[in-house]
Every structure is written in C-alpha cells, then in structure tokens.
C-alpha cells in the first residue's frame, strides 16, 4: 500500500518536471525571440531611415509621389530584405504646418522558435518607422528686423502691421504691445514671439525660444500652428551686386564748366547815348530825337553808357566788345538784335530791361543786374557773374548753352531758360515769390561745403529732363516747390534736404548725405503763371495728384538715412525694371547708414519698392502711416518700431530670398 503511494508521488513529480522544463523551453525561446527580435528592429530601422532619405531626394528632383514606393522598395532588397513589406507615402503638415514629409515603413515576419520546435508556422511582424522632411521655401519676408539681440520687430500702442501674404521676421524677437500683426508667417528666428493685448494673426509662428501671450487673450492662432523651431533669418539683399556697384558712386558728381571773361581789346571809345552824345555815337542819333540806331558792323567800345529815356537799336549782324561795363538808365528802351556781344567791367539793364536777339553774349566779372523786363534769345550765355534778379525783374532766354557764376532770384522775380545746359558754379538761391523754369537739358551745380540750391518759402526751381549733378546741399523751405527731370542717375555731393513740395523724375539718385522730408501742405498739381506750364498731375502715367513728395521709377542710393515728418504725404514708386547705371528694379531707399531712422509727426507714406536700412533702427511713429496701394512693400531694417499708425508690407518680386526662412535639404525628422 505505502509502496503504492510512493509509486504515485514519484509519477506526479515527473509530470511536473516534465511540465517544468516545458516552462523553461518556451521561456527560453521567447528570450530569444525577443532578442532576434531588437535586432531585426534596428536593421529595419536602419534601412528605413535610408529608405526614407533615398525617397525623399527621389521626390525633390521629380516632385511626383509614384517615385517614393520603387524607390524604398529597392533599397531594402539591396540591403538583404527581399522578404521586407515596404510602404513608402508624402504626408502633409510634418513637422510644421504647410510643410511636407516622405514616411517609409519597413516590416519584417519574425518566425516564433517555440512554434517551429512544435511544427507550427506562427510568426510576428517586426515594423520600423521612418520621417524624413522634405526642403521648403519658406514664406517670403516682407517686414524683416536683423537684430540679434532684444525686440528686431515690435508695435506699440495703437500701432499695427499688416502684410497678410508674407511673412513678418525678425532675427532676434517679435513684439505685438500694439494692436495687431497680421501676416501670413510671424517668424522668430531665434528670440521668442510675444503678444500682449493685442491680435496676431498667421497661418504659422516660428519661434527659437518661446511664445508668450496672456491666458485670457485668444486672439493669436491656435496650438497646431504655433511651432518652436529656430529658423534662418536673413538679408536677402546682403550681397547684391547691383547694390554695391551703385554706393561705389557716393560722393561722385561732375564739374561745369568754369565760366571765363570774354576777350574784349582795349583802346575802344566811350560810347555814350543822352541828349548829348558822345562823338562815337553821334552819328547814330536820328535827328535831335532820343532814338539812336546802330547799324551793322564790329565795334570795339570802351564803356557804354545809355541814359534815361533813350531808346538804342542794335541792328543784327554785330559784333560788339565792351571794355569796362554796360550801365543803362532807367526808362531806356535797349534792343541788341542778333549778334555776338562779349562784355567785361559789369553790366545793369536799367529799371525797364533789355533785349537781346539770338546769337551769343558772354558777360565777365562785376556787378551784373537785371531790372525790369528782359529777353535773351537762342545762344550760348554765359555770365562768370552771378546773376542777380530782383524786385519784380523777369528774364527769358532762349535755348543754347547757359553758364552762370551763380544765380540769385527773389522778390517776386523770376527767370526762364530755355532747352540747353545749365551750368553754375556758385549757387542757386530763390527767395520767396519766385521762380527758375529750366527747359530740358544737363544741370551741373557746384557750391561745394554750401548750398547747391536753396529755395525759401514758396520760392520754385523746375527742370527738364537731362543729366543732373549736385556738388554741394539741396535745401528747400516750407511752401517752396522743386522738380527734378528724368535721366539714368541723378548725383548729389551733399544733403537732400526738403521741406517743401517736390518731383522726383524716374532714375536713381545718389545722395552722399542724407534725405529729409519735412513736407506738408503745398501738394501738387502746380501751375505756372509765368509759362502757363502744369506739373503733379502725372509721373510717368501715374497720378500724383494730391501728395506733397511724389517720385515714380526712382531709387534712391544714400549715405546717410531717410527721415520723414512734418505731416508729408509722399508717393515713391521703385522702377519695375532695371535701367544700366540708373533705377534698380523694385529698389526704393537702399544705406547702409547706421543712423537711427524716424518716419514720424503724422507722415502718410505710400511706397512700392524696397526699402533697405539693414544697419538702422526704424520707428514709425506720431500717426505715420506707410503702405503700398495693393502693390509690393519690403522693410529690411536692423529694427523695425511700429509705435503709431500703421505700416503694410507685400513681397517685391525683384528682391530675391527668403526672410521668412526654410529648409534646403531633405533630413530625417523621426
């Protein structure tokens, strides 16, 4: 009986040891299962992260989704997987909203041991997962800050930006404490985005640190299109050559010609016209009348001398040399028809004024006037003489070559010129109440250290179209009026300083110094009682009417800044195209300056094109006001401080690169 039990314990033990070593077969086969199975999980990691990079240069080269399967599938065949599934798809909006991905899954049967020491045929699948991102453009910038440290964009107050198609980026952070930033990317380059009270609206927000904005405000995007990624903020204009070849020309300009005394031989007689003549001219007196008339001939003269009352006709074909000066009493009437006339010694066209036909005059150094009414015909004028209009004086010349000492115009007067150069080597000066029209023709100015042009209060200076050069300030005062003409660059050795209305002609122009506008008020358009002349309706086919500053297909190259005030309503327009040695295709304002930047006291811009400061800080401020009509406008500036009104930017189309960041390559993201 007891040995019968025994017999029964000792066959309970064996099954259970038997059970036992069944226990520890599987577990030992599920040991090694699992570790086959860590190592065909890193194979198929490996290969589908080749997998995914291979696909991913496939698809930016064909930009077709039907390479990305082929493409995976027979890169793990060539890496021993012939039994591998592979699936390889573009998903969307990995890793940041809008971008694009190429996701590769490599899975592999792993056979289970136990079920083959059993005869059974189980198995489980060993999956790897691999993302590889795809390169992006970015969203071009529009508003672009480049400093590296504190706020490179921020509003205030009741400010705003708006640039719904572009993005707004700045290297360091962005700052809304205004009223609202709308753009299609807000972008952090390596700062923290940062809102107060206001609204951020934008399809996507980058940001390197952090983005900050009260719990109570939803006025911002949602999470999904918040994203904290550093991103690459750039100038796109940093190295452009076109920039570059046009500052070499700072400072530059070109010299008139200097004007010299005419040659006039001594030994003439005095020439003198009154009741009682001298002996040269009695001769020519008819009868005992106050008419003298001089017929054709070549005269040597000493001094001429016409009193008062006397009238004096020179007959045409002359020519007549003066020694020591021409003085004309008041209420002659003087007529020189047309000749040639070389005066030195000095000249005064008494109160009523002279004429002179065409042909050419050429007046030295001394006390040069002219009163009354004056006309000069077609020729070349010269006077070495600053020429001084005063009091009501009017003087018409015709067309040909004008070089003057220096030109002075005020109290009412005023002085046309006809189509032809313009050269004067002193400066330009018109007081209040008058007027310079210059026909087309080259313009070169020289005051250098002084004033090329100096208009007071509602003194005017309009020129044709020709070559221009400044050695030397332009200066205007409130209520004056300037018109420049079209040509391919127009150079100043100097400040341009306005405070009046103007009219920029299409080109570009080189300003060594600085560029201030402190309009407001005197808009155009603008006509002439003088020539019956109209000007500010149109540049260039587009309307102006209505601003104070306007320019159409300019560019502006300058050494120092550009500041606006004073309540200025400006319209600049950037060339479409690029001209050889003249405007820049969609380049407005370019310095490198490192002067601060103020457009401010109530400025209501309205500029296309770009505007690139990256060296200078600029605030907008007071009410300014700067946008675009519909039309492109880039700020690129060191910072950019929106503290009033408002500022609107778009994308030109001829300032290449991405602000707004992106990505060159395709990496593996996961």
């Known amino acids: 009986m007891v040995s019968g039990v025994m017999r029964d314990r000792r066959a309970g033990v064996s099954i259970l040891a038997a059970l036992s070593v069944l226990g520890l077969i599987g577990m030992g086969g599920l040991a090694v299962d699992l ?95 691999a993302t590889a991102s795809l390169p992006t453009q970015g969203t071009p910038a529009c508003i672009i800050g480049l400093a590296t440290s504190g706020n490179a964009i921020e509003t205030q107050g009741g400010a705003s930006i708006n640039a719904p198609d572009c993005a707004v980026a700045g290297v360091g952070s962005v700052s809304n404490k205004g009223q609202s930033i709308t753009a299609k990317a807000l972008v952090s380059g390596s700062g923290s985005v940062i809102n107060d009270y206001g609204t951020i609206a934008a399809d996507q927000v980058r940001y390197a640190v952090d983005f900050t904005n009260p719990s109570w405000n939803t006025n911002v995007p949602a999470a999904d299109k918040r994203v904290r990624q550093a991103t690459s903020v ?147 004028v010269t006077i070495a003489a600053p020429l001084s209009l005063g009091g009501g004086a009017t003087l018409a010349i015709g067309a040909g070559n004008h070089l003057f000492g220096g030109i002075s115009v005020g109290g009412g007067s005023w002085l046309t010129l006809g189509n032809g150069a313009l050269d004067v080597t002193g400066a330009i000066t018109v ?89 407001g008020g005197t808009t155009w358009p603008y006509s002439s009682s003088i020539t019956g002349q109209r000007w500010g309706d149109t540049l260039e086919g ?56 103020t457009w401010g006291a109530g400025s209501d811009n309205l500029f296309v094109g770009t505007v690139h400061l990256p060296n200078s800080a600029v605030t907008m401020s007071g009410g300014n006001s700067t946008q675009s009509g519909g039309r492109c406008f880039m700020l690129i500036a060191l910072r950019v401080v929106v503290s009033g009104g408002a500022a609107a930017g778009s994308v030109c189309p001829g300032v290449n690169g991405s602000g707004g960041g992106g990505s060159t390559s395709v990496e593996l993201i996961a």
């Open 35 to 129: 570790n086959r199975g860590y190592e065909m999980r890193i194979v198929n990691q490996q290969v589908a992260d080749m997998a995914a990079l291979a696909a991913g240069v496939a698809y930016t080269g064909s930009q077709s989704a039907d390479v990305l399967q082929p493409t995976a599938q027979d890169l793990a065949v060539a890496q021993g997987l012939r039994d591998a599934t592979v699936a390889a798809t573009l998903v969307s909006d990995v890793p940041t909203s809008g971008a694009k991905a190429v996701r590769v899954t490599v899975t592999t049967p792993l056979r289970i041991s136990l079920a083959r020491v059993l005869g059974a045929a189980a198995s489980y699948p060993v999956a790897a997962v």
């Open 234 to 380: 750039t100038d796109p204009l940093a190295n452009d050559a076109t920039l570059g070849d046009a500052r070499n020309l700072l400072g530059t300009y070109r010299n008139p010609r200097a004007p010299t005394n005419p040659v006039t031989p001594g030994g003439g007689a005095a020439w003198s016209f009154s009741s009682t003549p001298s002996p040269a001219t009695a001769d020519f007196r008819q009868g005992q009348t106050s008419n003298f008339s001089v017929p054709a001939g070549r005269y040597t003269i000493d001094t001429l001398d016409i009193a008062g009352g006397i009238r004096v006709t020179f007959a045409p074909g002359s020519v007549v040399t003066v020694a020591r000066g021409v003085t004309i009493g008041g209420g002659s009437t003087v007529t020189f028809g047309d000749g040639t006339y070389r005066i030195n010694g000095g000249f005064s066209s008494g109160s009523s004024g002279v004429t002179f036909g065409n042909g050419e005059l050429h007046i030295g150094q001394g006390n040069v006037s002219f009163a009354g009414t004056n006309r000069i015909g077609d020729g070349n």
């Open 431 to 519: 007081g209040g109440d008058s007027s310079i029209i210059a026909g087309a023709g080259d313009v070169t100015l020289a005051n250098p250290g002084g004033r090329a042009i100096d208009l007071s209060g509602s003194g005017c200076l309009f020129m044709g179209d020709g070559l221009f050069s400044a050695n030397g300030d332009i200066v205007t005062a409130g209520g004056s009026r300037l018109v420049f003409g079209r040509t391919a660059n127009h150079l100043v050795n100097g400040n341009l300083q306005i405070a009046g209305s103007v009219l920029f002609g299409a080109g570009r122009y080189t300003v060594k110094g600085g560029f201030t506008n402190g309009t």
């Open 542 to 597: 587009v309307s102006v009417s209505g601003y104070d500053m306007a320019g159409v297909g300019v560019t502006f190259i300058l050494g120092g800044t550009v500041n606006l005030g004073g309540g200025a309503k400006t319209k600049l327009l950037a060339p479409a195209s690029s001209t050889t040695g003249g405007g820049v295709a969609d380049i407005l304002i370019d310095s490198l300056t490192s002067v601060d930047t």
